[in-house]
Structure formats: C-alpha cells, structure tokens
Antibody, heavy 121, light 110 residues
Framework: QLQLQESGPGLVKPSETLSLTCTVS??????????WGWIRQPPGKGLEWIGS???????YYNPSLKSRVTISVDTSKNQFSLKLSSMTAADTAVYYC?????????????WGQGTMVTVSP | QSVLTQPPSASGTPGQRVTISCSGS????????VNWYQQLPGTAPKLLIY???ERPSGVPDRFSGSKSGTSASLAISGLQSEDEADYYC???????????FGGGTKLTVL
C-alpha cells in the first residue's frame, strides 16, 4: 500500500533554511486524484497546514507562511520537498507529509510518520 | 489561536458515549466538508471521518460524524481505553484558500 516517508535534518540553526523531502512508495505521485501536502505540529500543540502541491507543480500555501515556503515535486523520483526559510525557534515542530484528495473527498488520508525538526544555534 | 474551535479536553468512562464539537464559520465548515483525525500518543494523525460523516475502511462504526451549519461533531459510542487520543477537526477555508484545523481535543478515558 501507499506509504510516505519524510527525510531531512533534525537540527537547523536560526535564520537558516529547512529542507525536507517526502518519498512516496507503493504508488505514483503522478496521480490526477491527489495533492501532496506538508503539515507541522509544534511540541504539545495542534496541527498547522503548511502547503500542498499537485504533480504538475501547481502549489498553494498557508498565507501565514507563504513568504517563507517553497514546495516542489520531482516525479522522476516520486518525491516532493519542502523548503522553509528564515527558521526561528517558533518553527520547531514535527513535520508531516501527507496525501489529500483533489475534490470530494479531500481529506488527508495517508500520512508519513513525521520528522522532528529543532531550531537551535 | 485556531480557526476552528474545539474544546481542549473531553472525558468519559468505558462504554459511554462522548461527543466532541468543532465550531467554524461560513467560509470553512459552513461551505465545505469536515474531516476528523485521531492522533494516538507519539504517532502521526490518522483519518477517522471524512466528508462530514464517512468512515474510511477499518474505522469502527462506534465513530460517527455530523455537521450542521457552521458546526460539526464527532461522536464516539461504546468508549474504549484505546480511544484515548487527541482528536482534530479540519476543513477547507474559502477565504484563506487553505486548510484549517481545530486546536485539538484530548480525550481521556477514565
């Protein structure tokens, strides 16, 4: 079955750019039925959607993060990636990649296990 | 502060029925479907209810969802100890043009 796996550094310095990759296995990222998204969860807090991408490269972002976020897709590697610039302590969180439907239903139905990212000097 | 409002906590005894509310506005719940997620301690969220009241394969029918106007509810009947988790509602927001989540409700089984 389809699985998602996040990868990237667990520690980032303040002001640096976070780069994470999500690898999709057991299925194709080039599906016309799904978007691929990033969601984060600060320690002890709730979920925050960061942004999503379609296999064609079409993106949409959380307005509160839009100025710092870039999401890209590499269909040849069945991967999509997140870049978040100007990191601060407030960006410390578990970062999840997930698939969601395009249209109805549109829920995030498959999630990666998450990767903890800490921002510290 | 989350766009969707949930009570921070809920509790019940085994076998009881509990409900968790999720309040939004006309731009999110009022015009789009609501989805619910269950997050067991130390794990990734799992889709529990989609399209207001649909259950993915494998989710027990003890879990049900409903929506009315700009509010939604998750009901859990026959409460079990393994239901102890955080529950989140989510919906698309037409004004923000993005996904919004509730702040989460921590369910304790007494």
């Amino acid at each position: 079955q389809l699985q998602l796996q996040e990868s990237g550094p667990g520690l980032v310095k303040p002001s640096e750019t976070l780069s994470l990759t999500c690898t999709v296995s057991g299925g194709s990222i080039s599906s016309s039925s799904y978007y691929w998204g990033w969601i984060r969860q600060p320690p002890g807090k709730g979920l925050e959607w960061i942004g999503s991408i379609f296999y064609s490269g079409s993106t949409y972002y959380n307005p509160s993060l839009k100025s710092r976020v870039t999401i890209s897709v590499d269909t040849s590697k069945n991967q999509f990636s997140l870049k978040l610039s100007s990191m601060t302590a407030a960006d410390t969180a578990v970062y999840y990649c997930a698939r969601h439907g395009r249209g109805d239903p549109d829920a995030f139905d498959i999630w990666g296990q998450g990767t903890m990212v800490t921002v510290s000097p | 502060q989350s766009v969707l409002t949930q009570p921070p906590s809920a509790s019940g005894t085994p076998g009881q029925r509990v409900t968790i509310s999720c309040s939004g506005s006309s731009s999110n719940i009022g015009s789009n479907s609501v989805n619910w997620y269950q997050q067991l301690p130390g794990t990734a969220p799992k889709l529990l209810i989609y399209s207001n009241n649909e259950r993915p394969s494998g989710v027990p029918d003890r879990f049900s969802g409903s929506k009315s106007g700009t509010s939604a509810s998750l009901a859990i009947s026959g409460l079990q100890s393994e239901d102890e988790a955080d529950y989140y509602c989510a919906a698309w927001d037409d004004s923000l043009n993005g996904w919004v989540f509730g702040g989460g409700t921590k369910l304790t089984v007494l």
